[in-house]
């Protein structure tokens, strides 16, 4: 079946540093990438919606020029969260539509310290 | 607003019972209603999914009742096992089957515990 990999699954980095996640579709071409964050026993809510080619469209509350979505290729897509904060501190995860159903990544606990 | 109402928020369940997890949606667009067992510091695995044109759908031990008016759907696990101890999501999406869907609107979450 589609397989999306995600890296890293864990990073821990300073505050005011920027970080970035990456998202693989090995044997499929995924023209759309969903990014998610889950908070400890929270749901998984959208960030964003990138299409491969064109800018990425962000969910209500989220900024754009915080979370930085690139979907430069059809097998790639990375999301870089920009002058991190503590309450940046989450779990990171990226699903990719395929013609049957979403594909989700395993996900990236990011920690900010 | 919460589009997906999941409960309840969590469950304890003896061996071999049939957990019954609910859920309620409000935007009648939504036309694919997929279920998602997540396990600590993992993404989350698709179980079972249904499109509005079918009110069941069987998949192994896990089934799907949807009811189109009531615009509910449930996830029931037959002979739960310990290994099912994980926490449950369901969602729902508009354009679910083929391309140009939307992202995924998911419900709280139900913490399902099976006891031994």
């Known amino acids: 079946g589609a397989v999306v990999s995600q890296h890293p699954s864990w990073v821990i980095c300073k505050s005011g540093t920027s970080v970035k996640i990456e998202c693989r579709s090995l044997?499929?071409?995924?023209?759309?990438m969903f990014w998610y964050r889950q908070f400890p026993k929270q749901s998984l809510m959208l960030m964003a919606t990138?299409?491969?080619?064109?800018?990425?469209?962000?969910e209500q509350g989220v900024e754009k020029d915080k979370f930085l979505i690139n979907h430069a290729s059809l097998t790639l897509s990375t999301l870089t969260v920009t002058s991190a904060h503590p309450e940046d501190s989450s779990f990171y995860i990226c699903?990719?539509?395929?013609?049957?159903?979403?594909?989700f990544g395993s996900g990236t606990r990011l920690t900010v310290v | 607003q919460q589009q997906v109402k999941q409960s309840p928020q969590s469950l304890i369940v003896q061996k071999g019972g049939i957990p019954i997890i609910n859920c309620a949606y409000e935007?009648?667009?939504?036309?694919?209603f997929p279920w998602y067992q997540q396990f600590p510091g993992k993404g989350p695995a698709l179980l079972i999914a249904?499109?509005?044109?079918?009110s069941e759908k069987k998949e192994g031990r896990f089934t799907i009742s949807f009811n189109k008016s009531a615009k509910q759907f449930s996830l029931h696990i037959m002979d739960s096992q310990p290994g099912d101890s994980a926490t449950y999501f369901c969602?729902?999406?508009?354009?679910?089957?083929?391309?140009?869907?939307?992202?995924?609107?998911f419900g709280k979450g139900t913490h399902l515990i099976i006891q031994p």
């Open positions: 699903s990719a539509k395929t013609n049957v159903d979403y594909t």
């Open positions: 044997d499929f071409q995924a023209t759309t």
């Open positions: 990138s299409n491969e080619g064109s800018k990425a469209t962000y």
């Open positions: 935007n009648t667009a939504f036309d694919y």
């Open positions: 249904i499109r509005p044109d079918v």
């Open positions: 969602a729902a999406s508009r354009g679910g089957s083929g391309g140009g869907a939307d992202g995924l609107t």
